[in-house]
């Protein structure tokens, strides 16, 4: 009953949506499995996306043709431009999605896509074929054949759900657990390994007095993800997010459940990230703080339902409960269900190569938290990465593979593979050495000619980029010739505490002033504007950030050549590196396992240090 | 990091004293940067495989000439390496190679890494795997060899140091990458005030680590020390004295000695460089002497410490404190020797400068207290006000990084001054932990700084 698919992707998360959309609108004929059509694309913790790294991400994904900005701007209650004060590298798109509203238009969109099947089971079995992947088996014992599969189970892997004293198997609350593929694939030579993660109880919002609250409006500009024209919302509906915080109180009813956190006993073995702890870990690691900050969120236009981000929590539901009744604003509260932690299985990523096909097995891809990531951003990514190469595998074309300086998402794989992870990895920006490129406002023009290139990006999208860089183009070279009379500019330059011009100037020059902003400019000199004449909004701020950031760009674009010299130098796959004794043991044993495609992504693996790599280098010749 | 675009300059011959030395430049640019310091034929317009004889002139010295050498030009790829070579045969004195090599850096070249010339060759396919393995084991051992000799040359724990200073600039960053990852988050952002008196703290020691280069080098290639004094103060006998031989020319008219003299002389182990010079007065009539004089001047501004050697029974107290002001002055670090003493008498002599502390009594002639001068002499250098606080660098590749990290740090420090947002001073932080990063291996800081933010501060929502 079923024809052998090109791809098929098993899990209908962030990750899974995007691989399937990636692998279908590149041609292949696709099959989505999921266990339940009900829940596909589900924010299983906050409604929002975007944020500080994780937007930049966002954009990242629409601009190489993926489905994540087009749905969260078309489903946001909200939106922020975070870290707007900071340099534009720092930009952060930002919002408040409808949780049911997200999983509805993430459905409608994959429905429309052509070459896109889908099918409702479990998959509790690989089937494998001399290191190769040839499909799955369903719970129902179907077999399906297909030349690439896509892994992207999230939490469901053994997934064990902690409230206080209770665990139950599940791989979100009220649903199902999968078993049998970790067992099968550690058969086959896999190492996998716990992680934990946590979410916080859902309130309705009914029982919750916001005059206690202090108020969070969204900004007066919605500027969305989507680098195509999507429809989105007006400002003046936006909807507000709340402000509350804990208390002493509320900390000490809260130590009263430690007794039977499972945390704190031992029964969840899995690490937890660091960034994201839970509210009983955060009152035991900063003791000395006496109150935390908690985000009220709304989770959608319709719905009552309300999401306290920073409560996220595993102790009993009753300690949850009296606790969080002592938060301003909450005396009232009643509860939907209560926060939970959830343990899984992940596999360890330095088991995957750059294109997320696993080292193991032949077109076998893994994406998400499968490989130890959280987040949706994260994991939407890893899904377009994989779900780009399972199809470029399935048709044997060249991989696909992002630089660190060319996106966040390659910043993200090259970190998976070389440095693995033992905790849920988050991006941050800190983490991408070349942020001052890899900005929000450039993703179009850093990824769509690529993907263009492979047939992914649509035609639509690769002439706005045409456009934009035109634009751009002659922008820069309006500044640069447009002579400024003092007359013309002094008024404005003193309202804004900039020293008046004496003599004339070029636009250029004045831009490169702190606080001097182009659209102000233009609207004080009308024959600037005029000389600039009718271009788009995002062209103009893309003229004007790579105006005024050019020497940081630049010194950025040094240090990216100075570190990427090591990055041409290819290492053979059938490198040996044992018989290199000059090597340290732990280089040699690393060396192996991940076997790094060049000198560059040898250096960046933890445990070989920069006498491994002149020994290497010496080795290698050409 | 290795990098083929750079051009890479070293020593090619052992370290020491040697009838010659060589430098060898290896890249694209050697032929050019050679050019800008090489008087002779233009290198550029010569054939491969040929030797021109010429000057090493420093151009922001006048065209000061460091040398006579020999230029052995090598176009690539036939060459070692593959690229364009060329070395320099020079006189082999430490003082002069350190010139030369100090030249070539200034004009684009940077120091090899041990190793790198073979790195290169093997790169450019000048060797095939068998040659390259026997080259690589030969290798293996030098770099473990440079790291412990490297260890043993971070004298007083510059490592120490460094990692000081690395945890501080983590320590910075992270403060700084919190506003920025973490600027939704409920904690409390440093002050500026406080990044940067930070700041200015390391500023102030690599500052210091660059200064101390000086010393180091002294250290490593002998102190120099210059005898000052008077025509007739007996400063040839006390030369002589030191070195328990005739060597310079003694009579009883002024201003005999018309050249400086130099020698060496160990002492509990440490190399001193001994200059005599001719004596320093203000007028001559004697043009000769007069050119002896200026080189006087000279060798007391270059030396490391300065003998200022005086006639106990010719020089008033009021004479020698005027003496010590001009010291004082001009920061040069100088031993009073009072000479003589057997003729003005012990008791007269001590009782005449008893104002003068540290003062030595000594009599050249009858080489009396001679010890007592070596001593004091040590104890500078070993114990005394020579020795900085701290630590001491001696190698040319850590100062040529140092030199990176100072110019960082003061980018870091300008853009503050100049309220650049946090991710663009983050960015200098990066080069400058970059820089550092050359030196002690660690080039990747991203955990660390995640580290050090989620260790101090209450993240997540």
Known sequence: MFPEYDVIVVGAGHAGCEAAAAAANMGSKVLLVTMNMQTIAQMSCNPAMGGIAKGQIVREIDALGGYSGIVSDKSMIQFRMLNKSKGPGMWSPRTQNDRMLFAATWREMLEATSNVDFWQDMVKELIVSRGTIQGVVTGMGQEIRAKSVVLTNGTFLNGVIHIGEKQFGGGRIGEKGASGITEQLVELGFESARLKTGTPPRIDGRSLDYTKMEKQEGDEEIVGFSYLPVERIKPQEQRACWITYTSQEVHDILKTGFEQSPMYQGRIKGSGPRYCPSIEDKINRFADRDRHQLFVEPEGWNTVEIYVNGFSTSLPEDVQYKALKMVPGFENCRFFRPGYAIEYDYFPPTQLKFTLETKEIRNLFFAGQINGTTGYEEAACQGLMAGINAHRNAHEQEPFVLQRSDAYIGVLIDDLINKGTDEPYRMFTSRAEFRTLLRQDNADMRLTPMSYEMGLASEERMELVRKKMDEVEQIKKTLADFSVEPAAANEYLSSKDSSPLVERSRALKLLLRPNIDLKELCAEIPELKAAIGDVHIHSLEQAEIQAKYDVYIEKERELVKKMASLEDLMIPDSFNYDKLTALSMEARQKLNKIRPNTLGQASRISGVNPSDVQILMVYMGR | MFSINETIVALATPPGEGAIGVIRLSGKDAITIADKIFKGKKLANQATHTLHFGK?????????????????????????????????????????????????????????????????????????????????DLIASQSSAAHQAAMHNLRGGFSHELKMMRDQLINFSALIELELDFSQEDVEFADRSQLYALLNDAIEKVAALIQSFHLGNAIKNGI?????????????????????????????????????????????????????????????????????????????????????????????????????????????????????????????????????????????????????????????????????????????????????????????????????????????????????????????????????IFGKFCIGK
């Open chain 2, 56 to 136: 090493i002139v420093d151009a922001e010295q006048q065209n000061r000439i460091v040398d006579e050498v020999v230029a052995s030009l090598y176009k690539g790829p036939k060459s070692y390496t593959g690229e364009d070579i060329v070395e320099i045969s020079c006189h082999g004195s430490d003082y002069v190679l350190q010139q030369v090599i100090g030249l070539c850096l200034r004009e684009g070249a940077q120091m090899a890494k041990p190793g790198e010339f073979t790195q290169r060759a093997f790169l450019n396919g000048k060797m095939d795997l068998t040659q390259a393995e026997a080259v690589a």
């Open chain 2, 224 to 452: 120099k020390v210059a005898i000052i004094g008077k025509p007739n103060a007996g400063k040839s006998t006390l030369l002589n004295a030191l070195l328990n031989e005739e060597r310079a020319i003694v009579s009883d008219i002024a201003g005999t000695t018309r050249d400086t003299i130099e020698e060496t002389l160990n002492i509990n182990g440490v190399v001193f460089r001994l200059i005599d010079t001719a004596g320093i007065r203000e007028h001559t009539s004697d043009a000769i002497e007069s050119i002896g004089v200026e080189r006087s001047k000279k060798a007391m501004q270059e030396a490391d410490v300065v003998v200022y050697l005086f006639d106990v029974t010719e020089n008033s107290l009021t004479d020698i404190e005027e003496q010590i002001m001009k010291f004082e002055s001009n920061n040069i670090h100088y031993i009073l020797a009072g000479n003589k003493v057997d003729t003005l008498g012990l008791d007269i002599t001590k009782e005449k400068f008893a104002l003068l502390q540290q003062m030595l009594f000594i009599s050249a002639k009858d080489k009396e207290n001679i010890h007592q001068l070596k001593q004091t002499l040590y104890d500078r250098v070993v114990a005394g006000e020579l020795k900085q606080e701290g630590t001491i660098i001696t190698n040319a590749r850590h100062l040529a990084a140092l030199k990176d990290v100072l110019f960082s740090l003061n980018d870091i420090r300008n853009g503050m001054d100049n309220s650049l947002p946090g991710d663009l001073i983050a960015l200098d932080i990066r080069k400058c932990l970059f820089h550092l990063g050359t030196i002690t291996g660690e080039v990747q800081v991203d955990r660390d700084i995640l580290g050090a």
